[in-house]
Protein backbone atom coordinates (compact mmCIF):
# COMPACT_ATOMS: atom_id res chain seq x y z
CA UNK A 1 0.00 0.00 0.00
CA UNK A 2 1.21 3.27 -0.63
CA UNK A 3 1.47 5.76 1.89
CA UNK A 4 -0.19 9.29 1.21
CA UNK A 5 2.64 11.10 0.47
CA UNK A 6 3.90 8.80 -2.14
CA UNK A 7 0.55 8.71 -4.02
CA UNK A 8 -0.04 12.50 -3.41
CA UNK A 9 3.65 12.57 -5.00
CA UNK A 10 2.34 9.94 -7.75
CA UNK A 11 -0.93 12.29 -8.76
CA UNK A 12 1.13 15.52 -8.99
CA UNK A 13 3.11 13.84 -11.91
CA UNK A 14 0.50 12.48 -13.49
CA UNK A 15 -0.68 15.62 -13.75
CA UNK A 16 2.39 17.66 -14.61
CA UNK A 17 3.05 14.81 -17.42
CA UNK A 18 -0.71 15.37 -18.88
CA UNK A 19 0.00 19.23 -19.46
CA UNK A 20 0.94 20.64 -22.74
CA UNK A 21 4.93 20.16 -23.47
CA UNK A 22 5.49 23.95 -23.65
CA UNK A 23 3.07 24.37 -19.93
CA UNK A 24 5.36 21.51 -18.84
CA UNK A 25 8.56 23.47 -19.77
CA UNK A 26 7.14 26.92 -18.00
CA UNK A 27 6.62 24.91 -14.97
CA UNK A 28 9.96 23.81 -15.05
CA UNK A 29 11.77 26.71 -15.53
CA UNK A 30 9.31 28.24 -12.80
CA UNK A 31 10.38 25.52 -10.22
CA UNK A 32 14.19 25.89 -11.28
CA UNK A 33 14.49 29.39 -10.83
CA UNK A 34 12.50 29.15 -7.05
CA UNK A 35 13.49 26.16 -5.64
CA UNK A 36 17.13 25.69 -7.40
CA UNK A 37 19.43 24.83 -4.19
CA UNK A 38 16.53 21.95 -3.21
CA UNK A 39 16.39 20.36 -6.30
CA UNK A 40 20.80 20.42 -6.29
CA UNK A 41 20.64 18.60 -3.02
CA UNK A 42 17.84 16.38 -3.98
CA UNK A 43 19.60 15.45 -7.37
CA UNK A 44 22.96 14.90 -5.23
CA UNK A 45 21.40 12.73 -2.36
CA UNK A 46 20.04 10.41 -5.23
CA UNK A 47 23.43 10.21 -7.04
CA UNK A 48 25.05 9.52 -3.60
CA UNK A 49 22.36 6.47 -3.37
CA UNK A 50 22.93 5.47 -6.66
CA UNK A 51 26.58 5.07 -6.44
CA UNK A 52 26.88 3.54 -2.86
CA UNK A 53 23.76 0.84 -4.01
CA UNK A 54 26.27 0.27 -7.31
CA UNK A 55 28.64 -0.21 -4.98
CA UNK A 56 30.43 2.52 -7.18
CA UNK A 57 32.58 5.42 -5.60
CA UNK A 58 34.73 8.62 -6.91
CA UNK A 59 38.28 8.57 -7.09
CA UNK A 60 40.15 11.55 -5.37
CA UNK A 61 40.45 13.33 -8.96
CA UNK A 62 36.34 12.59 -9.81
CA UNK A 63 35.39 13.76 -6.26
CA UNK A 64 37.43 17.44 -6.59
CA UNK A 65 35.70 17.81 -10.57
CA UNK A 66 32.34 16.89 -9.13
CA UNK A 67 33.08 19.31 -6.23
CA UNK A 68 34.54 22.06 -8.52
CA UNK A 69 31.13 21.50 -10.75
CA UNK A 70 28.56 22.82 -7.63
CA UNK A 71 30.06 25.84 -8.20
CA UNK A 72 28.83 26.85 -11.39
Known sequence: MQSQKESTSHN???LYASLPNATQ?????????K???????????LA????????EFL???EVSSFIDSLSQ
Open 48 to 55: CKQAKDEN
Open 59 to 61: SEA
Open 25 to 33: QEFLRELLQ
Open 35 to 45: QHQQIEDIAFH
Open 12 to 14: LYN
